[in-house]
């Protein structure tokens, strides 16, 4: 099982970036995908999630109306699309994946560094 983050880096105040994560070793269609994000001497905060189908999703109060998640099935793809960013927003982001087979079952992966700042 393996989750890969990419499209993190650094971006000025009011910018826009896409954060993708690629899926292999699980059945990517059957799990619900969760973005989170964890700043620096904080705690990780759920961000963004998706259902397996990616029609219905919820978002943090903070990013609502600024992020977006989406999926591709086809591609095993989860992908995070922030927009007007701010430092606030200065966080590693990890994307998860979830499925509940009696109890919860979910993998992680290794996080992306998005920092803003001018």
């Known amino acids: 099982v393996q989750l890969v983050e990419s499209g993190g880096g650094l971006v000025q105040p009011g910018g826009s970036l896409r954060l993708s994560c690629a899926a292999s070793g699980f059945t990517f269609s059957s799990y619900d995908m969760r973005w989170y994000r964890q700043a620096p001497g904080k705690e990780r905060e759920l961000v963004a999630d998706?259902?397996?189908?990616?029609?219905?999703?919820n978002y943090a109060d903070s990013v609502k109306g600024r992020f977006t998640i989406s999926r591709d099935n086809a591609k095993n793809t989860v992908y995070l699309q922030m927009n007007s960013l701010y430092p606030v927003a200065t966080a590693v982001y990890y994307c998860?994946?979830?499925?509940?087979?009696?109890?919860?079952?979910?993998?992680w992966g290794q996080g992306t560094q998005v920092t803003v700042s001018s």
């Open positions: 998706s259902d397996n189908g990616g029609t219905s999703t």
């Open positions: 998860n994946a979830r499925i509940w087979l009696g109890r919860i079952y979910h993998y």
